[in-house]
DNA sequence: TTGTATGCGTTATCAC
DNA sequence: GTGATAACGCATACAA
């Protein structure tokens, strides 16, 4: 049905080689024959075939995005800075979800999958630095970890300074006042990386303050979801004396969590303050606006598009650390002014 | 570097039609045979170059969903729910974000794009039905349009009704006893299908109850998104006198009208009634809760995805129009007494 | 500058 | 039931 590159030679009376030539822009063919090629092209209404250029080439022009979950805003939000960074480049994403399952991580990060579709994979994970450490760099293709702060120096990877944004979303908690802080996300039931950093960071704040940590008011959120921020908060609320603060590990959790101080009976952020970190949009239009700390996807997806492609084009790169920066947002749900969003 | 068919073959010293019989699950295979290719196959640590196998059968498994933009939560749900869909069947999903551009959707529908990547395409348009009708069968690889309810009949969509869907809505406001009713969302700029239908469900209901429509009432908005959603509300509130409820095209809407009513000192239900549609998760732990129109999408991925299935087996299928169920959810926004979410 | 021929890794068509 | 071999559509080494 579709037409080949030979048929467009045999309808331009060219070889296979000139219509390739004028088809991926080569240099040296003369104008009259890029015309007559073209003219050609236009008249069968020839693609090129990427499949088969990419059999030839070994290279697909696509990415793979993988996430936990493509519904949660964070990586949503995400998804399109990748996708928007990645076409300027030339190359299209296709995303994955892992749901949480530990098993597809590692047939991703080993290639035991379909994975040879792939130029080169940008992973978000859940993994743990235990799992990831059972993954060698000539087991998996071209990889970009999103994300985590402490890798072994083995892979490329976007960072967040997981450890001082939670420091500073506890401090800003301290900083107005409260000293019964509450955290949410804490040690779910595998060591995953994140959470353990922005335990420290709060921890760490907390301590640098002379309040606390105290255990009882630490929860763990197994999907940092906003149903699991709604489930950790009102048992913190039924803590005696019950927290004053509570710092979610995402803004997700903390949408939930503020429900559930509502459900109580209670008011944020007089009588409970809360904070998250991520700065998704509904954040933003929450009634109390949440306060949280920005983490800068635009940023990241542009330096991880940025180094996956370097590294597809050169494996031997030595792999790099990037740390996106990240900003405290003060809003209403810790006390500050509104502002329209 | 990676082991090839050939190299299967020469280890367990069969032919490459015996290799290839054994990988793709051919029934008549000596157990012998198979026991010799197999353990050669976790020798060599063989895997199947889909790339390959693509350009011999022309499948490549994989699926296109397109979407106005992927971080709308919406779409990321519905996404979501597609992934999980395709994946049952055996298809990877790309993401493709047209981001409101019609040219980028005309592309895509026409091929024009390096489309042959795909096997078959799933449309979330915001395409009108002028631009769907320059586009012919022929032109398309199987396609499977999403969410609108009137095409014509040349391409299979799993429809939402969208009038329906609007009247239930407006006729739940009515039934509070609402009388001044506005809507977000009717007539962008350009004449997509969606906000057309949603307004005529929107006027017939009022007509019905004989309250309007007034056309002061109605506010248009482009993209379907919180900063939408205030800003029109915003303009409705200084409307004399001010409407008691707004009706909303989308929950994203309804999260920014939310907003605005409260910046403007107003509440919400009390003074200004708000309903969305789309049923996303944001509304349910909002305060007050968002009332809504849910629409089904798992239903609707896991029709469309068993549509595009059959079709791209027998592209001759005669196109087919399923209609998804949605169902009217009243929460605390239109005066529902609080629900645990 | 352009033409010819080979191979990318697989499946499928023939024989045996 | 298994083996040899021809495509699939393209890019490129080599020749001209």
Known sequence: MA???RDVAEHANVSVRTVSNVVSGYEHVS?????????AIDELGYRPNPVARTLRTGRTGLLALVVPEIDVPYFSELAR?????????????????????????QDLLRGTDRNMLFDGMLFAPLATEAELSGVTESQTMPL????????????????????????????????????????????????????????EGYTTALERAGLGPEPSLIRAADHYSRADGYAAASSLLAESPRPDAIFCYSDLLAMGAARAVFDAGLQVPDDVAIIGIDDIEEGRYARPSLST??????????????RIA????????????????????????????????
């Open 81 to 105: 800075d990748v996708i928007t960074a990645a076409a300027e480049v030339g190359y299209q994403v296709m995303i994955d979800q892992t749901g949480h399952d530990h098993e597809r991580e």
């Open 3 to 5: 037409a080949t590159l």
């Open 31 to 39: 104008s009259k024959m890029r015309a007559r090629v073209e003219q």
């Open 293 to 306: 700390v920005s983490l800068d996807t635009p940023f990241i997806a542009e330096q991880a598009i940025a």
């Open 310 to 341: 370097a590294r597809i084009d050169d494996p031997t790169l030595p792999a790099q650390e990037i740390v996106a920066p990240h900003l405290l947002l003060p809003r209403e749900s810790t006390g500050a002014a509104s502002v329209t969003p």
């Open 144 to 199: 970009v970890l999103l994300g985590e702060h402490t890798f072994d120096g083995r892979f490329d990877h976007v960072a967040i300074d997981n450890v001082q944004a939670a420091a500073d979303a506890t401090d800003h908690l301290i900083a107005i006042g409260r000293t019964r802080i509450a955290a949410i996300g804490a040690q779910p039931k595998e060591h995953y990386t994140t959470p353990l950093q922005r335990t």
